[in-house]
Structure formats: C-alpha cells, structure tokens
C-alpha cells in the first residue's frame, strides 16, 4: 500500500485549507486512515483518525472544531478539511494507514500504523 499527502502549501491565520492522502496498492474500504503531523523541533503529533468504513473518526484536542476528515473510497482518498487555521498548525502533515483504527481509550491517535506516505507541508502565517 502507497500513500501520498498533498494539499500543502502556505495560508494566513485564520484560512482554510483541505488536504488529501491519495492511496493506491489496495483497497481503501480495508484500512483505517490517520495523519499525523511534526512541527520542527517537536514530537510528532496524531491529529485525526478515521475507520476503514468512515463511521468513526477522531480528532486531536488541538484540532477539534477545527478539523473535519472524511474518506473516498470510491476515490481511494481521505481529505482533512482544515479551518482556523493558526501559526502553531505549521508542520509537515502526513498520512498512514492500517487495517484496525489505532487509538488508545483516552481517544490518543497512537503512531502504530503500517503504512506511512511522504509528508506536505503546511505554513501558517500571522
């Protein structure tokens, strides 16, 4: 299984912007999805997850009310619709895949995923 994030670019406080992780080499209906993203000098964060069926996401308290994923299969994609964006959102976002959901019961998005694609990077400016 490939994956490969996109959608990245630079954007004022404030906007929106909608990535996507395109996944290809399998069935997207199989796997659940999650991204993640690493700002420089801090660990990597798990931002959102969603099922492999899409009924079931989650979101990092640090983006919640602010992000929305949703899943394609029909498209093989996943798209994190981003809004409010704020500088401290500015970090390479990537994506990863596995057939379970990895998130422990305090609704953490853990890293233990399969697959990982290529990372976009997203600038927010003040």
């Known amino acids: 299984v490939q994956l490969q994030a996109s959608g990245g670019g630079l954007v004022q406080a404030g906007g929106s912007l909608r990535l996507s992780c395109a996944v290809s080499?399998?069935?997207?209906?199989?796997?659940?999805i999650a991204w993640f993203r690493q700002a420089p000098g801090k660990e990597r964060e798990g931002i959102s997850a969603?099922?492999?069926?899409?009924?079931?996401?989650f979101y990092a308290n640090s983006v919640k009310s602010r992000f929305t994923i949703s899943k394609d299969n029909a498209k093989n994609a996943v798209y994190p619709q981003m809004s409010s964006l704020k500088p401290e959102d500015t970090a390479v976002y990537s994506c990863?895949?596995?057939?379970?959901?990895?998130?422990?019961?305090?609704?953490?998005?853990?890293?233990?995923?399969?697959?990982w694609g290529q990372g976009t990077l997203v600038t927010v400016s003040s």
């Open positions: 080499g399998g069935t997207l209906d199989n796997y659940a």
């Open positions: 969603i099922s492999s069926r899409g009924g079931t996401s």
């Open positions: 990863a895949a596995a057939g379970p959901l990895y998130v422990d019961y305090g609704g953490r998005i853990m890293d233990d995923y399969d697959y």
